[in-house]
């Protein structure tokens, strides 16, 4: 799974990014963050809600060919919390990452447009 992470934030870097592939990110950075709700992490909630906005203009950024590049300054954002799913996959127990990705599924099937708090 990480590597399937690092390999979709590295395709974003270049010209090989879709909007599938940034939206790929979008759901690393709620599971990621549903995991930390579980124990296992300790990130400032609003470094989360700044990885969402900057993969989200990502994605506004997309021409018709739904090509998308993370710029330099999205990277930024994005890589902490990439760094932290690594330490999770790692750490966490295989429970907690299974409850992380039933809430990820109740969330995707919602019609919330964010599972973080409004606050951040």
């Known amino acids: 799974m990480a590597l399937a992470h690092h390999l979709t934030f590295?395709?974003?870097?270049?010209?090989?990014?879709?909007?599938?592939?940034?939206?790929?990110?979008?759901?690393?950075?709620y599971l990621t963050f549903y995991v930390q709700c579980a124990g296992y992490g300790d990130t400032e909630i609003a470094r989360f809600a700044d990885a969402e906005a900057a993969l989200e203009k990502c994605i506004l950024r997309a021409g018709d060919d739904e090509t998308c590049r993370i710029?330099?300054?999205?990277?930024a954002l994005v890589e902490p919390i990439l760094q932290q799913a690594d330490?999770?996959?790692?750490?966490?127990?295989r429970q907690a990452l299974i409850e992380a990705y039933k809430r990820l599924d109740r969330f995707l099937r919602s019609s919330n447009e964010s599972p973080l708090p409004q606050a951040a």
């Open 71 to 75: 710029s330099p300054g999205e990277r």
């Open 87 to 93: 330490t999770q996959l790692f750490l966490a127990p």
């Open 10 to 29: 590295a395709a974003c870097q270049s010209w090989a990014g879709t909007t599938r592939l940034v939206s790929e990110l979008v759901r690393m950075v």
